[in-house]
């Protein structure tokens, strides 16, 4: 299911139309967006040269049901870096907007300021994002579901409303189905799976949850850094904190990691932080 997701219908002039969502909810997943931006930006570039950074605006919730039409302009072709931005447009309106940054990777020494915290394997995890989902909503369904992930959520917060949660929160996420020994495609997994729960945490600090039915959210933008390949039909550890609330908005962190502990991607995302009268 994912790779169809991925596969793009190139127009011509640089424009590529992308297949609608698997999951039909009221507006598109966040995260297709950016994949299908990955991949749009891919095809106008070679192949020796890699994704190391996006950084994305949604500006309009999108359509589940219609096409997306992904129009690349090519701002830069350096000796080692790549400059491409995508724009996403519906019935002529531009939904979502991303600079993405392609290098032909180096050698250099490597270090990662931050550990694989100690966390259970994925098989001895048995609560699924989905669950905690259904539960705090108290709804007996969610089109989330219907996504081509994996979540396995470690440590789910279980204090009442009301009650700060500051700890990280941690889970094993991967794509869902198994996917061709391709290195761009993967990256793109990578970015879709990094729009999954990150901005929901922001509620956490305030004792609140977002599914609360009187709180409308949504997110601003999102920023990734791509440290190393890595598979994203295996299992991931996607550890998750809340950086800052205020003025109406919220900031969260994240951060991959491979089983075998190595950091291979950061993102932080913006959210909308909105009460109901």
Known sequence: ????????????????????????????????????????????????????????????????????????????????????????????????????????????????????PEVPPPDAVHGTYDDFTLAVSGETDWHGRDRPIDIRYINPPTAERGVPVTEDQLMWTRIRTTLPDDPALHLAGLAYLSDATLVDHIMLPLGKRWQDKDFAGTSLDHCMWFHRPTRSDEWLLFRQSVDATGRGRGLARGRFYAADGTLVATCMQEGLMRWLA
Request: charged fraction near 25%; charge should be negative; glycine fraction near 8%.
């Open 1 to 116: 299911m994912f790779a169809d997701l991925m596969t793009l219908t190139d127009e011509g002039g640089d424009v590529l139309i992308a297949p609608p969502a698997p999951d039909k909810g009221e507006r598109l997943y966040g995260g297709q967006f950016l994949a299908q931006s990955v991949r749009a930006a891919q095809a106008t570039t070679t192949t020796d040269r890699v994704v190391n950074a996006l950084h994305g605006y949604f500006m309009r919730p999108g359509d589940v049901d219609a096409p997306i039409e992904m129009q690349v302009e090519r701002l830069r072709d350096g000796r080692t870096f790549s400059t491409r931005e995508v724009r996403a447009r519906q019935s002529g309106k531009v939904l979502f907007q991303a600079t993405i940054s392609f290098q032909v990777p180096d050698e250099t020494p490597e270090y990662a300021g931050s550990a694989l």
